[in-house]
């Protein structure tokens, strides 16, 4: 073969006009330079192309690669996107954009960005499901990039399995913000919570479940209702929350039949995605709020510091704004910033085409006193209840036919039933010499948690069963000092710091009356107020009943103000359930009420 010199070339390829033709060998010759030169022309073609198409799309440099962390039930459809996008090969300063999107938890994703829970997640952007989180954590920490514009909605609803729902209407009514507080708070045992069920997703972790607390807690606020009535609902939440883990686990609970018909919280979207992939034999019904809801809104957040990642972050935040993206999300249940759901949610199967009244979402303020609000709610009790049992307990209470005795277990009993399963508790009886010459006080159930066995009895029974069965010594003074002192060491030695720890006092109000001596009421005031450590607070919480209460109030109120407790009188029995919540609600302030 003849070389070939340069001038034969046009725009890089042979010049077919003035190229001579050559004499072939023979043999196989005859086949293999054929080919060979067809595999030369496809090479020189394939790289030609390759040249030109990337010319013309201006990034044929390196890649620049750009990492997005997203909500969970989000990421499927932002990958999807993200696809769409690599392959139109987006530039930023000569280079192609490519896009890939992995799922990280948002609370997760927002405990490491606050620096709590090991290192911080290797991304560029980041799309959390509310921007909750993100004003939580600016709340605490400026530095935390503010959340931009929102890729979706999903508003924060009730659900309930469509089987249940005629009743619940029926016991429940509308659904309602307002009505959710009803039926959970645990002090209105007699209101709608006896035959309906709240379930909520720990607010510490899922964006739904704090969204609701917050909408329930505005509600509240607007209307008037007591601080107290919100407190019993967030307490008996609590407890709800260490039976369902995540959103899937709730809703899949809704079927299971039960006393009282479980009503749950969780997004739209998820409601629907659950209907779609678990497929139910009954299908979750969303129920929208009658006062309207707050939306899960999934901002974009750009915590990128290279210039050139941002642009490209920027990019990609445009292209979720377009209509082929809003479509591919409205596809997967999610509704578009303005409220417009797809006919994934075009009203059928329980679901509201037009989207619910929006509730103004809280400020980072807000959110962060609710976050702290939860986090002090949610801790344990361990509680040792001290029962008055001296002689004058053997009196009757005028125009009740009951003995002091009598109401004051009777008051125990119900306040019994305002606390949780996984609570510790114990019970002393007190009087003078009950335990021998000199000791005041015996102790008739240790401290420990309620679902204990003893003996074949839960300890919570045993509890009961002695309170009911207790009995005033007749010629017993009541010797309350000594025993006070007592128990607030032993609640001091065995502090748990993860739960409150409280000494119950149950008294007809009569004082101390010790006349063989012991701890005076200067003393006892005295010594309180030196072992009480506000790093780990052991509080007095007293409750008196009888008309010999008021006589002893002035020393009550300073033994429980020296703790940050309470003193209250009673004037019948169901009012514990009121003192109960306000004892709850000093969680939120304690240890500077």
């Known amino acids: 073969m003849g070389r070939h010199r340069t001038d034969e070339l046009e725009d ?18 005859k086949v293999l330079v054929p080919l060979a030169g067809s595999v030369a022309l496809a090479v020189l073609l394939g790289v030609a192309a390759f040249v030109v198409i990337n010319r013309d799309r201006g990034c044929a440099g390196d890649a620049l690669p750009l990492r997005i962390t997203a909500s969970p039930d989000i990421q499927p459809a932002l990958s999807q996107i993200a696809e769409r996008f690599n392959k139109a090969a987006h530039e930023v300063e000569g280079r192609c954009t490519t896009v890939a999107v992995t799922k990280g938890a948002s609370a997760t994703v927002a405990s490491s960005l606050g620096g709590v829970g090991g290192k911080a997640a290797a991304m560029d952007l980041w799309i959390p499901d509310s921007g909750l989180w993100v004003a939580n954590l600016r709340a605490r920490n400026q530095d935390v990039p503010e959340a931009g514009a929102s890729v979706a909605h999903s508003p924060i609803v009730m659900v309930a399995s469509g089987s249940v729902v005629p009743n619940l209407k029926k016991s429940f009514g509308e659904a309602s913000w307002g009505g959710m507080i009803n039926a959970a708070n645990v002090a209105n045992v007699d ?18 479940g704090l969204g609701a607390l917050l909408a329930a807690a505005g509600v509240a606020t607007a209307s008037g209702a007591g601080e107290e009535q919100l407190v019993g609902a967030l307490k008996n939440l609590s407890g709800s ?5 995540d959103q899937d686990a709730l809703l899949s609970s809704l079927g299971v039949k039960g006393s009282k018909a479980p009503l749950g919280i969780a997004s739209e979207q998820g409601v629907w995605a659950f209907n779609k992939v678990k497929k139910p034999e009954v299908p979750a019904v969303p129920l929208y709020p009658a006062e309207g809801t707050i939306n899960l809104d999934y901002p974009v957040v750009i915590t990128a510091k290279d210039a050139a990642v941002r642009k490209a972050a920027e990019a990609f935040q445009k292209e979720l704004d377009s209509e082929s993206s809003r479509k591919t999300l409205q596809d997967q249940g999610f509704r578009t910033p303005d409220g417009k759901g797809g006919k994934a949610i075009s009203g059928s199967a329980g679901f509201q085409a037009k989207a619910p009244q929006a509730i103004e979402t809280p400020d980072g303020k807000t959110v962060a006193r609710m976050s702290q609000t939860w986090s002090r709610i ?24 009951l003995t002091r005795m009598q109401a004051i277990s009777r008051i125990a009993v119900e306040g019994m039933k305002l606390f949780p399963a996984k609570s510790e508790m114990g019970l002393w009886e007190f009087s003078t010499h009950l335990d021998g010459q000199g000791v005041d006080y015996r102790e008739t159930v ?42 607030y060491q032993q609640m001091t030695d065995e502090y748990q710091s993860d739960k409150i720890n409280t000494v119950l006092i149950l008294t007809d109000g009569a004082g101390n009356d010790d006349p063989d001596g012991g701890i005076s009421n200067q003393q006892i005031l005295k010594r309180l107020k030196e072992q009480f450590n506000p790093e780990k607070p052991v509080s007095v919480l007293i409750i008196a009943f009888g008309p010999d209460a008021p006589k002893g109030k002035r020393q009550m109120d300073a033994l429980a103000k020296a703790t940050g407790g309470d003193a209250y009188i009673a004037k019948d029995v169901l009012e514990v359930r009121k003192f109960f919540l306000e004892g709850m609600k000093r969680r939120l302030c304690a240890p500077n009420c």
């Open 241 to 245: 929350t260490s039976t369902v883990r």
């Open 12 to 29: 890089g390829y042979p010049s077919y006009k003035e190229a001579k033709p050559r004499r072939r060998r023979g043999g196989r010759g």
């Open 446 to 487: 240790p401290v420990g948690p309620l679902t204990e066995d003893m003996n074949g009895v839960l300890r919570r029974d045993v509890i009961n069963q002695k309170l009911i069965g207790a009995q005033a010594k007749a010629t017993g003074d009541t010797g309350l000092n000594d025993t006070l002192a007592a128990a």
């Open 378 to 401: 949610k801790l344990g009790t361990r509680l040792v209840t001290l029962l008055d049992v001296s002689g004058t307990m053997a009196l009757p209470v005028p125009g009740t036919g």
């Open 191 to 208: 209101g709608p919570g006896r035959k309906v069920r709240v379930l909520v997703l720990d607010p510490s972790l899922n964006a739904a």
